[in-house]
C-alpha cells in the first residue's frame, strides 16, 4: 500500500540547518508530484513547497522562498526538504504529500517534528 | 493570515446536518478545483474530495460539496461522533504559484 514515511525533524536554534526527508513507496514514485506542508501549533495548515515529477521545477510558499530547497532523487523514491536560516516560526509538523498535478494533497505522510527555540 | 476563509467553528447534534463555507478569489477558487480534507484529532489531514466532486473510496456519500464563483461548500448530513475533527479547504492559486489552505474549521459534535 501507499507509503510516506517523512524523518529529520529535531530541535534545532534559530539560524540552524535541517533537512528533511520522506521515503515513499506503493506507487510510481516518478510520476508524480511531491509536496511538502506544515502544521504548526494551533493547528493552521500552511502549503510550503512542491517539486514536480521530473525534478524540473519548484514552487515555494513566500515565507520559505530563498531559504528551503525542495528536491527529489527518483531512483531512491525520497523527496527531500532542505531548511536554512531556521526560525521560531518554522516550528512545526512537516508532511510529505503525493500531489495530483492540479494542486491537490492525495495522500499524507504522518509528519515529522521541527522544533526551533533557543 | 490564508487566502481562503472559513469559519473557524461548527458544530451539530447527531442526525443534523452541517455545512462549512470557503470562501476565495479568481485566482484559487475561481479557476482551480477545490479541494476538501478531513483531520481527525492525532492524525494526518486526510483527502476527502478532489478535482471538485470526486470521492475518494471509503468517503461516506454523506458528505458532499458544491462550488459556485469563487466560494465552496461542504456539507454533511447524519452527523456522527466520528466526523469530529479540523475540515480544511484548499486549491492552487495561480498568483502565488502554490497551494493556498483555508485556515479550518474545527466540527464539534455537540
Known amino acids: 500500500q501507499v507509503q510516506l514515511v517523512e524523518s529529520g525533524g529535531d530541535v534545532v536554534q534559530p539560524g540552524d540547518s535541517l533537512r528533511l526527508s520522506c521515503a515513499a513507496s506503493?506507487?510510481?514514485?516518478?510520476?508524480?508530484?511531491m509536496h511538502w506542508v506544515r502544521q504548526a501549533p494551533g493547528d493552521v495548515l500552511e502549503w510550503v513547497a512542491v517539486v514536480w515529477s521530473d525534478a524540473t521545477q519548484t514552487y515555494y510558499a513566500e515565507s520559505v522562498m530563498g531559504r528551503f530547497t525542495v528536491s527529489r532523487d527518483n531512483s531512491e523514491n525520497t523527496v527531500y526538504l532542505q531548511m536554512d536560516g531556521l526560525r521560531a516560526g518554522d516550528t512545526a509538523l512537516y508532511y510529505c504529500a503525493i500531489g495530483d498535478g492540479y494542486g491537490g494533497l492525495g495522500f499524507w505522510g504522518q509528519g515529522t517534528l521541527v522544533t526551533v527555540s533557543s | 493570515q490564508s487566502t481562503l476563509t472559513q469559519p473557524p467553528a461548527a458544530s451539530g447534534t447527531p442526525g443534523q446536518s452541517v455545512t462549512i463555507s470557503c470562501s476565495g478569489s479568481n485566482s484559487n477558487i475561481g479557476n482551480n478545483f477545490v479541494y476538501w480534507y478531513q483531520q481527525l484529532p492525532g492524525t494526518a489531514p486526510r483527502l476527502l474530495f478532489y478535482r471538485g466532486n470526486q470521492r475518494p473510496s471509503g468517503v461516506p456519500d454523506r458528505i458532499s460539496v458544491s462550488k459556485s464563483g469563487t466560494s465552496a461548500s461542504l456539507a454533511i448530513s447524519g452527523l456522527r461522533s466520528e466526523d469530529e475533527g479540523l475540515y480544511f479547504c484548499a486549491a492552487w492559486d495561480d498568483s502565488l504559484r502554490g497551494v493556498t489552505f483555508g485556515g479550518g474549521t474545527k466540527l464539534t459534535v455537540l
Open positions: 506503493g506507487f510510481t514514485f516518478s510520476a508524480y508530484n
